[in-house]
């Protein structure tokens, strides 16, 4: 039976730019990358030594990449008063690019959940830290201090739902996930229990225990990143 391979788009474009910083914004390379580190996971190898082993190559159901749509809208900056469009701010330009390229790869199906907006603007997490340690005051907050509060919505549930329907109608024997967030042990012991061997791929990433103990394997196809800091972006 075939592989499918799940991968939480949020969570690959981060570690994307953590691993080629100087492509953060390069949704053709990006879009290369997903499928190219995707489908190496077809190829598996057996043997304990090298003289040994021989190349194993399953055979793929399908890619589902989860993402959100980027911000679009207009904004009025906090600390500067002024307007702000989103839809032309490099991320929206890379993740609306991105989108479509990964929609003409074969064998690729793209989940878009939502962006809720709550609140129209959020203080950053490393400016908040600065405030609670009394090193500045709000008086001194700067524009690039704040950003849209805008999440996510429906992603996570959409990989879910997929895990449970492959598991169910078994539709594969494997499931690959990139990803690293402990909120998808649910998923992963319910495709277990029906038999599937579940793969986890956190991009290098350090995973917690609880996570661990779910997983039938870890493997991590992409490169090591270098340790060189990523490009900020902009949140979708």
């Not at 043997?47 to 082993?53: A, L, V, Y």
């Not at 967030?181 to 991009?203: N, T, W």
Request: with cysteine; net charge positive.
């Amino acid at each position: 039976m075939p592989t499918a391979i799940l991968i939480d788009g949020g969570y690959f474009v981060k570690r994307f730019r953590a691993i080629e910083p100087h492509n953060a914004y390069n949704a053709e390379r990006a879009a290369d990358c997903i499928f190219r580190w995707a489908l190496a996971h077809l190829s598996d190898r057996s043997g304990s030594k090298p003289t040994e082993q021989r190349s194993l190559r399953r055979e793929l159901y399908r890619v589902f990449f989860y993402d959100c749509p980027p911000l679009q809208k207009k904004l009025h900056n906090p600390i500067s008063k002024k307007a702000v469009d989103f839809s032309k701010s490099g991320e929206a330009v890379f993740r609306l690019e991105l989108h479509q390229r990964l929609l003409q790869k074969r064998k690729l199906a793209l989940r878009l959940g939502q962006l809720t907006n709550v609140a129209p603007w959020t203080i950053k997490q490393a400016k908040v830290a600065e405030l609670l340690a009394g090193k500045c005051d709000f008086s001194s907050l700067a524009v690039d201090d704040v950003m849209p509060a805008v999440r996510q919505k429906g992603v996570d549930m959409r990989i879910g739902v997929d895990v449970a329907s492959l598991a169910f109608k078994r539709q594969v024997d494997q499931i690959v996930l990139f990803a690293g967030d402990a909120d998808f042990v649910p998923a992963a012991k319910l495709a277990r229990r029906e038999g599937i061997d579940f793969i986890l791929d956190p991009m290098w990433r350090s995973i917690s225990d609880s996570l661990m103990e779910h997983i039938d394997g870890l493997r991590s196809t992409c490169p090591k990143p270098s340790g060189r800091k990523p490009a900020e972006a902009v949140p979708c």
